[in-house]
């Protein structure tokens, strides 16, 4: 197991997580210890829900998911696309994802303009931080 | 001035590119267009639209072009440029206005074909940049409100979209490099622009070429060998895009969609495993390779995007033919010249 995996697993078992929410922790930790280097890259909501099934329902999932990108041992980045119509899945930079998120405002990254509704059309994924596997 | 400026910009470059031109400009962008214009109209002193307008320069000779190379005798060189040079520029609003757009109501009244308006030169080249008039098809969403029962209208439909068709100013370049021996025709391509019209453009510029009496274009340089060389060179910038064959009767089209990664297509797993299931080679024919610098604290993204329209063509042992490249995601003169030098190289292209 890598030394960054391994130090979030430690610590996570140490921790004051307890019942559902601890569980998925650990079960998204050992699934992201397993993949291949590059699996790691756009992990979706829908892969962790099938990663944890069976353990913690969605709310208990999205806390554990909190936990992993947000604690100080955090294993995943998270990040923002926006669903175009015509070219697909456009991947927002940091700076308008930040805004997405923080202010509710979703700027489209082809037409500048505000986009309504952002909720509807913005998704979110992870990837698994660089730093994590040395 | 400058805020004719900022709507130049809004109408032929992608908010992306657009905020890097405003940062590298000095100008801290909002949080969108009209936020950022609103910011700059509210400001005690307007900034001098100068060096914003130097850039918007650089974007019309080199931001998101489909181009073509042909083959230019070294000793055409210098008279294809002096005639460039002596090209009498019209008083028409495309040319007064340069570099600024026209107006929609402008822009009906724009002479139809290629109009020239103006002469750029830098260290790379000399170019005769030219404005054009065309119709493009748009998408635009229908707001429920619109309709005469919004409420029934929202439960029917979950979006409802209208085309239209507008007026685009298209820049395009003729451009003689000092160092390399092709002459490069540059049409912007802007999202919408099909494959048929952006060639159809082309004949035409390279048309004008020939009616200047020094030299003669007949066939673009096929780019398609640099298709596999790019794809078989992994320290060549990063592919993020590739569309092949196999014999086993597929098609694939596989992505990146992390762009800013470092994840690459061509090493990437699922893409490895399928080949390792196959016997023979994939006959690749579209790819798309991205190069990342960053200056400044500003991250710059300039790419090539090459496309067969199939596996298989008219090409030597059966292989399809590329005649242009879209060059994408250059802000600056030097992202557009690095990309072609990588082009060249990869089509083996003598300097």
């Known amino acids: ?134 | 001035m400058i805020l004719k400026t900022l709507n130049s910009m809004r109408k032929r470059m992608s908010w992306t590119d657009a905020r890097v031109l405003l940062l590298k400009a000095g100008i801290e962008p909002g949080l969108g267009w009209n936020k950022t214009i609103e910011k700059i109209k509210q400001l005690p002193v307007q900034p001098d639209a100068g060096p914003l307008q130097d850039q918007v320069i650089e974007h019309i000779l080199c931001g998101q072009k489909f181009t073509k190379l042909y083959p230019l005798n070294p000793k055409d060189r210098t008279a294809l440029q002096a005639k460039l040079v002596d090209q009498k520029i019209p008083d028409i609003a495309a040319a007064l206005s340069f570099p600024n757009h026209l107006t929609e109501d402008q822009l009906i009244e724009h002479p139809g074909g290629f109009s020239p308006v103006s002469v750029e030169s830098d260290d790379d080249g000399i170019g005769l940049v030219f404005s054009s008039a065309f119709q493009m098809k748009k998408r635009e969403d229908i707001p429920f409100e619109e309709f005469g029962h919004p409420d029934e209208i929202r439960a029917r439909y979950d979006e409802i979209v209208g085309v239209t068709f507008q007026w685009e100013q298209i820049m395009s370049v003729i451009w003689v490099p000092h160092h390399r021996d092709n002459i490069e025709l540059r049409i912007d391509y802007p999202k919408g622009m099909t494959q048929d019209a952006i060639h159809a453009l082309h004949s035409q510029l390279r048309e004008l070429v020939n009616s200047l009496g020094v030299v003669k274009l007949v066939k673009a340089i096929n780019l398609f060998p640099a298709v596999r060389n790019f794809y078989d060179d992994k320290k060549e910038g990063r592919v993020t895009e590739i569309m092949f064959s196999t014999t086993t009767g597929g098609i694939k089209n596989e992505k990146i969609i992390k762009r800013r990664g470092q994840i690459d297509q061509r090493d990437e797993t699922y893409h490895l495993a399928g080949k390792a299931g196959l016997d023979t080679e994939i006959n690749l024919y579209r790819v798309t390779v991205e190069w990342s610098f960053t200056e400044d604290n500003l991250f710059f993204k300039p790419s090539i995007l090459l496309a067969a329209t199939g596996p298989s063509g008219k090409g030597p042992g059966g292989e399809p033919t590329i005649s242009g490249a879209v060059i994408g995601g250059c802000v600056r003169a030097a992202d557009y010249e690095f990309v072609i030098e990588r082009l060249g190289q990869k089509v083996k292209l003598t300097a």
Request: a negative charge; hydrophobic letters at 40%; one cysteine or more.
């Open chain 1, 1 to 134: 197991m890598p030394m960054g995996i391994k130090r979030t697993h430690d610590w996570l078992v140490s921790s004051d997580i307890s019942g559902e929410i601890l569980r998925a922790c650990l079960s998204i930790t050992d699934w992201l210890n397993s993949l291949k280097s590059d699996e790691g890259s756009f992990v979706t909501l829908r892969d962790v829900s099938r990663v944890v099934e069976g353990q913690a329902n969605e709310d208990e999932m999205l806390a554990a998911l909190s936990i992993l990108t947000t604690s100080d041992y955090a294993l995943l980045d998270v990040h923002g696309y926006l669903d175009d119509f015509e070219s697909g899945p456009l991947v927002l930079d940091d700076c308008a994802f930040r805004s997405a998120i923080i202010e509710g405002v979703l700027i489209h990254p082809a037409t500048g303009d505000e986009v309504p509704d952002p909720e509807t059309h913005l998704h979110l994924f992870y990837s698994l931080r660089a730093e994590v596997l040395d």
